[in-house]
Every structure is written in C-alpha cells, then in structure tokens.
C-alpha cells in the first residue's frame, strides 16, 4: 500500500472536496467526517459519535475505545481499535487519552504504508477559539468555546513519527501553518499545501 490518507476536522480543509482522495489510496475518517465524505474506516472515540455513525447508516469500520465496545457490538461493523504499539508511565501514553485522530494514525501506520498523508490536522485554535469543521452541531463545541490544548496530539504523533521511521508523513496545510518545534527533528515528517495534494492526486487519476 502506497497510500493511507488520515482525515481529521479541522477547518484547513473546508474548501477541500474529500472526494477527490478516492483516487489516492485507502481512506481513514474521524468523527463527523461521514457527514461529507464515506471513508474506507472511521474511528469515533466519543461514544456519541459512535452512535451517530450507526444511526445514519455508515456502514464500513467503525472503531472505539475497548472500553465501550460491549454496547455498540450487536452492529456488525463497530471494532475495538488497536492497542497502541508501545506503553509509557506518562498520562498522554495512556490509550484513553488518545483522540480520534490519534488512533486512527495508529490504525494507518500498522497498515505499513509508504506514505500517510494527515489532513485537517491543525492542531491549533482559530483566534484561539474552537478550530473544527462541525462546531455548532451536534455532538460538538461551540464555536466560542476555547481552544483545546493540542500538547497530547503533539507528543503523541510525535511516538508514531519516532516508531515508523520508513513511513513519510505528510501534513497538508496552508502555506502559513507553522508545525510544532516538537516535531521539527523527524526526517519523516513533511510539510505540503493543498495544492501540491491536488497535482498529487491528478497524478493518480
């Protein structure tokens, strides 16, 4: 497998049609994306967004946490996501304090591909409020609620980036992002714009 695209919700890739991606490679949603776009694999650790998924007829994988898998296990397509693939003493090395889209990396990287690409993954608040595609509806923040504290994203990603080292992982952001200096002593973790994602993909057509 060449491709593995991860797709977060942040609002960087509003004006992005998923759709596009369907020529790419193998596709890992998170949350409300199925609202937009029907992934290869979605992963919802919120219980809520489970429920959401099932309920409006997503059909494909759906993982969460081991913890509550027991009540959403009568649907056929619910999984327990995968343990993760090293164990630390802090409390961001605990699973249950891995996001969606943490875990769905995690999912990518044991498929071993040569690539992930991560979109929507922006870490960061707008105006340090909220920063999600589906704020003000259901099952989300609102818009004016704060921003959330990117430091577990960060270290966590920052594990996988150091235990796949022949994985590149690609960011796709507007040229203006800045990464976390965390994350600037990885050889395999790059940094491109949406338009270098959509010459990609032609490329793929």
């Known amino acids: ?10 609002e960087s890739r509003r004006d992005f049609d998923l759709y596009e991606l369907q020529w790419l490679g193998h596709s890992i949603g998170t949350n409300a994306v199925h609202r937009d776009y029907h992934p290869d694999e979605l992963v919802c650790v919120d219980k809520r967004m489970v429920q959401e ?8 994988p759906v993982y969460t946490r081991q913890d509550w898998y027991k009540q959403f296990s009568f649907w056929n397509n619910v999984r327990k996501l995968p343990e993760l693939p090293y164990s630390g003493r802090k409390r961001p090395d605990d699973p249950i304090h891995w996001g969606s889209g943490g875990h769905a990396l995690n999912i990518a990287c044991q498929m071993q591909p040569k690539y992930i690409v991560m979109i929507g993954f922006d ?3 707008t105006n340090k409020l909220f920063n999600n595609i589906y704020k003000n509806s259901p099952n989300y923040n609102d818009a004016n609620n704060p921003e959330t504290d990117p430091s577990y994203w960060i270290y966590q990603t920052a594990k996988l980036f150091e235990l796949y ?3 590149k992982f690609i960011q796709i952001q507007p040229d203006e992002w800045e990464p976390p200096k965390e994350w600037e002593e990885y050889e395999n973790f790059y940094i491109d714009n949406f338009e270098s994602l959509k010459k990609l993909i032609d490329k793929n057509k």
């Open 1 to 10: 497998m060449e491709y593995v695209i991860v797709i977060g919700n942040g």
């Open 53 to 60: 998924a099932v309920n409006t007829g997503y059909e494909n």
């Open 123 to 125: 870490l960061f608040g």
């Open 165 to 167: 080292p022949n994985i």
